[in-house]
């Protein structure tokens, strides 16, 4: 598997001249807008990328896109790899350890997220303090000794400073950052009413069915991450809510969490 991920990172280098990029970042479903931040290089679709899982839900595009946000050079995965989809664990999170070898010294991740707090409404942005796991561990099998240790601590999964970062920057535009703990299941249901109440129990704010496998190997490699969900819909309350609201309200939360990623992405 490491000489797989090995030759995938050397045939991204030579495609985009030895571009290196500094950040990695995951957009997660309806969030795929933030590409049009990016001055882009060059983008690469995951089907002509050897090795690469191929991307299956339709609405994900499924590439990698390389450019600037401003001076910093960043990698862009347009589409992510569930769980529900049937890949393996190790081909959710291939993608994440590729671009440790590209050169990425930190991890941004983003996901759309039921809410499970209360408090929490339709369209807020939480970040991700901390999270949860409910899904199989993507490291269990032959520890990758290479990439990591056999037991990576998972104290400050999500990293203090940029967490911080966020909330001051939040603060100076005046723009509502919740934050909370991120549980992941493998879906492809969304809970039961007893399931929401069973991970607010536990300790959960926000719930989804991704994110977790790629901070898990992200950390396990040692890369800071950064990680923002966008709530769309708030899974204690009886009302679905109005469907074009909901997704007028994505849409503008998720143009709020492209402007956050650029500004911290700029002040790295
Ligand atoms: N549960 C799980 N995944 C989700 C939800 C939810 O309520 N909303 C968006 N993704």
């Known amino acids: 598997m490491y000489e797989q ?24 479903t309806g969030l795929g807008g933030f590409a049009d931040h990016i001055d882009t290089k060059f983008s690469i679709e995951y089907k002509d990328i050897p090795g690469f899982p191929v991307s299956t839900v339709e609405g994900h595009k499924g590439r990698l896109i390389f450019g600037m946000i401003g001076d910093r050079r960043v990698v862009a995965m347009q589409g992510r790899f569930h ?10 999170t291939f993608p994440v350890r590729v671009l440790k070898l590209l050169g990425v010294e930190q991890l941004f991740v983003s996901n759309a997220a039921g809410g499970v707090n209360p408090s929490f409404k339709i369209g807020d942005l939480m970040v991700i303090t901390d999270h949860i796991n409910l899904m199989p561990n993507p490291l269990i099998g032959r520890n ?9 601590d998972m104290h400050h999964c999500y990293d203090p400073r940029l967490i911080q970062q966020a909330m001051k920057i939040a603060a100076a535009e005046h723009v509502k950052l919740q934050q909370g703990v991120y549980a992941a299941g493998t879906g492809p249901t ?26 898990i190997v992200a950390r396990h490699m040692g890369v800071p991450v950064f990680g923002v969900s966008v709530i769309t819909n708030v899974g204690l309350s009886d009302d679905p809510g109005d469907h074009e609201d909901v997704q007028r309200q994505g849409k503008l939360a998720g143009e709020r969490m492209s402007n956050l990623f650029v500004k911290m992405i700029k002040n790295l």
């Open 83 to 92: 769980f529900y989809e049937g890949y393996t664990m190790a081909q959710v």
């Open 190 to 215: 969304y809970e039961t009413q007893a399931e929401y109440r069973y991970l607010r129990a536990i300790g959960a704010d926000a719930t989804g069915m991704s994110t977790v496998p790629e901070v």
């Open 5 to 28: 991920i090995k030759a995938t990172a050397a045939w991204l280098d030579v495609q985009t001249a030895d571009f290196r990029p500094e950040t990695g970042i995951i957009l997660g």
């Open 144 to 152: 990758l000794d290479q990439m990591g240790t056999r037991f990576p």
